[in-house]
């Protein structure tokens, strides 16, 4: 089975209800919704077409900006040897630390910091994923990206961005495409 079949078939089965406590009656919809303090889930589909960007492999370490609820998360360490996931909002991140921790992921590290600045200590990543939208691809997580290595990330103002993907090749050059319009909330730090 290919990996994308392998990631559509466990993101079938993921009960995004699981990672929600408001509209859990809707969270079989394709939609965002809202998860307190000015966040929000993603909708399942863009979810799914983010993860099968990043073209994960089963020794990949990833950098997940964004922990969230822990939904897009659960994705990603089904799919990853190693998940470093950074969240800001206290009450978001040990919620999702626990709830993760529960459903039994030991491959993933928490911290509770500004996501823009990446995990330095843990870089280089071989996949990077933002789930915020950034004004500028951040430089700290260009720098911690590995080469060759891969980022996901909407880039754009904050009513609209591009859904892009940034490539960093072996020698270190950067090149990106845009994936479409999506609209996130934004990526607040540093950076």
């Known amino acids: 089975m290919l990996l994308n ?4 078939s466990f993101y079938n089965q993921l009960d995004r209800s699981l990672f929600m406590e408001k509209n859990q009656s809707l969270s079989h919809e394709d939609i965002p919704l809202p998860i307190g303090y000015g966040q929000t889930i993603s909708q399942p589909s863009l979810v799914l077409k983010m ?6 492999f089963p020794s990949a370490r990833t950098l997940e900006i964004g922990t969230g609820s822990g ?9 990853s040897q190693e998940v470093f996931t950074i969240e800001r909002i206290p009450e978001l991140f040990y919620k999702a630390e626990n709830r993760l921790k529960l459903m039994g992921y030991p491959n993933i590290r928490f911290k509770l ?11 280089p990543f071989d996949r990077i994923l933002v789930t915020a939208a950034a004004k500028h691809i951040p430089q700290p997580l260009i720098d911690q990206l590995n080469s060759p ?4 990330l909407p880039v754009g103002k904050s009513d ?13 050059d950067v090149r990106t495409e845009s994936h479409g319009a999506v609209r996130f909330v934004p990526l607040l730090g540093r950076y």
């Open 149 to 152: 290595g891969l980022m996901v």
């Open 113 to 123: 910091d500004d996501g823009s600045i990446g995990w330095k200590e843990f870089s």
């Open 71 to 79: 939904y897009q998360t659960a994705l990603l360490a089904e799919f």
């Open 5 to 8: 079949e392998k990631i559509l």
């Open 160 to 172: 609209i961005q591009q859904l892009t993907i940034v490539f960093k090749n072996e020698k270190g």
């Open 51 to 56: 993860t099968q960007m990043l073209n994960l």
